[in-house]
């Protein structure tokens, strides 16, 4: 690369560089706010305090309340404890107003190519807990997962359907509707 070109950058779906103001806020924080939360000294309550007022205001963008946001480090973090959360739990409802539905084998949908953070929970809670997967292929020609196929992958003891509706590496769309 020559000195007159610059590099650009097109993983957007991977990390995004952060907002001036973004940077400036962390650093703030790092230096003054970084005690234990849960701890009762002058620091844990500093950090508390910092992350009750952060917590505020993401409920109040999202119009929710303070207790329904939880932050985490990362998207697979969020969808590891979304998965093992929701096939541990061991009630399976169609609606609120039906009965569960416990099925000794519990049935999976997802892609091929899901993304590693859904298939290999997946993977592992189907080998550790005795749940059947369905892996729906894609399309050769269009590289995309047809919706068709997953509904035709539907079972009576189906719990949860998980498909990627773009791929987070090339930003392709991967459901067909046809």
């Known amino acids: 690369m020559d000195k007159e070109t610059k590099p650009v950058y097109l993983d957007f779906n991977a990390t995004t560089p952060f907002d001036p103001d973004v940077v400036q806020c962390i650093s703030e924080s790092l230096v003054t706010d970084w005690g234990n939360a849960s701890?009762?000294?002058?620091?844990?309550?500093?950090?508390?305090?910092?992350?009750?007022?952060a917590r505020q205001r993401v409920a109040r963008m999202l119009k929710c309340s303070d207790s329904e946001v939880v932050f985490m480090s990362?998207?697979?973090?969020?969808?590891?404890?979304?998965?093992?959360?929701?096939?541990?739990?061991?009630?399976?409802?169609?609606?609120e107003e039906k009965e569960p539905i416990v099925s000794p084998r519990p049935h999976i949908i997802t892609s091929t190519i899901e993304h590693d953070s859904v298939r290999k929970p997946l993977?592992?809670?189907?080998?550790?807990?005795?749940?059947?997967?369905?892996?729906?292929?894609?399309?050769?020609?269009?590289?995309?997962v047809n919706v068709l196929d997953?509904?035709?992958?539907?079972q009576d003891n189906t719990i949860l359907i998980s498909i990627m509706m773009a791929n987070n590496e090339t930003g392709l769309i991967c459901v067909l509707f046809t």
């Open 39 to 53: 701890s009762t000294h002058d620091f844990g309550l500093t950090a508390r305090k910092a992350l009750t007022l």
């Open 74 to 95: 990362g998207g697979t973090e969020v969808n590891y404890a979304v998965l093992h959360t929701f096939v541990t739990d061991g009630k399976y409802r169609q609606h």
């Open 123 to 144: 993977e592992d809670l189907a080998k550790n807990q005795q749940f059947d997967i369905t892996f729906v292929p894609v399309n050769q020609k269009t590289h995309c």
């Open 150 to 154: 997953v509904v035709g992958a539907i």
